[in-house]
Structure formats: C-alpha cells, structure tokens
C-alpha cells in the first residue's frame, strides 16, 4: 500500500457508470474544521471505459498473478515528451477499487493528481493510461508507482510494486491541426523508430500528397532512431486546438511476421489512443492475428522483411475512425508494439488524417 501526503485520508469514494473518484486531504487537514479551507483536494481520477475493469472479483478460477506486458514508454530513466501519458498493457482485467492507495506519481519529489482511465483491448483485458491534470514542467523527474497490492478480477496482485521513472521535456513544434497529410514536421514527434517518408516506398504509395507517416518494431528501419525497448515505436501527433468529436485516418499494417508466425503469441499488434483534457480513449487498430494470411505480399518496403525472413505482407490502405471527445488540446498517440520477440519487425504507416 502507498501512503502520501496527499492520500491520508480518504473522504469520499464515488462509483458511477463513468469512474471512480479518489478524494484526499493533506495530513495536516483537521477533519472536526468544515470551513471551506478543507475542501478535498481531488487526486486521481479512474474512470473505467469498457470492460477493462471490474469492480469486484468475479473470477474464481484466476490463479494467475497480474503482470504487465507492455509500457509505453518502456526504458526507463531517458527524457520523453511531456504530453506521452503513460500507458499500461496487462495479462487480465483491473480490479478498479483497488487502485486505490496502491498508485502514486510524483513530479520532482512531489505528488502530482492525474487522470486514470481503464480502456478495454481487443483480447478484453485492461489498458491503464495516466495523465496529469496539469502537463508536466520541462526537464521534470516523474516517477510513477504501481504497487503490488492493486489487483486482477480474481484478486490476484502484482509479483512487486512497478515503478518507473523518466525525465518530461516540454518540445514544441507547432500544431498539428492542419497536417493530416504530412506534408511537413509541424505537430509531429515520433519516439523509436519512425519517419515521414515521401513518395512510392516499395509496395506503399501515399494517400493523400506526397507523404505519409511510418513507425516500426525495429531498430533503425526507416530512420537513425531504435524502437522503444527493442518492441515500440511511437507517433506523437499534437497539440490538436479545433474541437472534434471523431477522427479518422487510413492505415497499412505491414509485417514480417506474415506468413508463418499467423495464429501464433508473436501477435505485432498497433493501436490509438487520443487524449485531451475531458478523457482518453484508447482504440485497438490491427494486429498479425487479426489480419491473418488475408495479406499481400509487400516488396521493397524499407528493411521489410527482416532478420533473414523472405516475406513481409501488407494490408494495404485501411480506412479507421475513433471517438475524439476529449476536449483541446487534444494529442493521438499512434504505437506499434512487437509482441512476444524483438524480431520479425512490423510496420505501420499512416495517412489522410482528418478531424471531424
């Protein structure tokens, strides 16, 4: 269990269909005084979107400890964007009451409040987003804690606390509003292994212009940069100031993984999540398994295939739409992650973004 300054007291636990919301006083708060100086102070914020969480155990037969696959970002103790949240994969649901003194961020030494929201993947189970109320301060210590005692749907904890911790860098480098086409650098970060690449690119040819955006799960494909942890790379798109309600783009998910890891755990998988001050909502874009042998062979994509592998396929252009109710200054968080190896590299381009 983690105690802070901020977390002694609990004053008031509220579930609805929407969240779940943590109130605190400081220890220095005394509770007999109602003036308006003792106002608790809101901490966290959980909201549970879908069913990646629960709110009680309801799983018996769940023997397996709660672990995490996959962070982004993953290497700890590096600088990352200040507007990355951070992002949690697990192997099951979330018991959602018991985050609950069992989650801690701080910024430079002291606790920071933040919204968590609980999204649903596409096997079902919990994706834990964190993003601070307030964006965090330029060349900031950030670490966050997850401890052993939050649990899965059948009561089952963390093997040990998670903590993790990196440096915020504050970068600006214009919005991102008006360039869904990629026509030039503005609004765009990438963080891995990731480019704007122009014109015909092997088997891949833009959408919209003459450029597109590309991320992969390898090491200097299509560009100087290496995939986060050896597995992800990831397309930081933003500030977004207009208000929109949806946002739709098109896509072309290329893998060596095809033909002969299909139906298998090295499931390349690739996601969005779009984020703002009114919400997060994580959206599951395509993986090797979902796509399965109904590909087509890609020839004279940048470094695809690799690590010795004769065929690397593609879906071709692929046309997504998400939710975007999240307020401004929104941001998309693009990823691709390489799951069960760091081989058989996959790939994702993206193009003809557009707000609606």
Known sequence: MITSPLKIVVTSILITLTGLFFSACSKD??????????????VYVVTNVGNGGVTSINDGDDLENLFIVQSIPSVPSVSYNANLPLTLYFNDKILVPSIEDNILVTMNGEEVGGNIYINESFNGYAILTFTPFETYEDNSDIVFTLSSGVQDDGGNGLDSDYVFSYTAETTSNGEFTNNGSFENTSGIDFIGDGSILEGTQGCVNPVDGSKFAAITTGNQLI??????GG???VLLLGPIENTFSSVSFEYNFLSSEFQEFVGSEYDDTATITVVGPDGVNTSFITSVNTVGKNNTQCIDFPNLPDDGDEYAGETGWVVKNVNGNVGTPAYLIITVTDVGDEIYSSALTVDNIAFN
Do not use: V
């Open 231 to 233: 597995t992800s790379s």
């Open 223 to 228: 560009s100087s940069g290496n995939a986060i």
């Open 29 to 42: 708060d005394d509770a007999s005084n109602n003036n308006d100086d003792d106002t608790p102070q809101l």
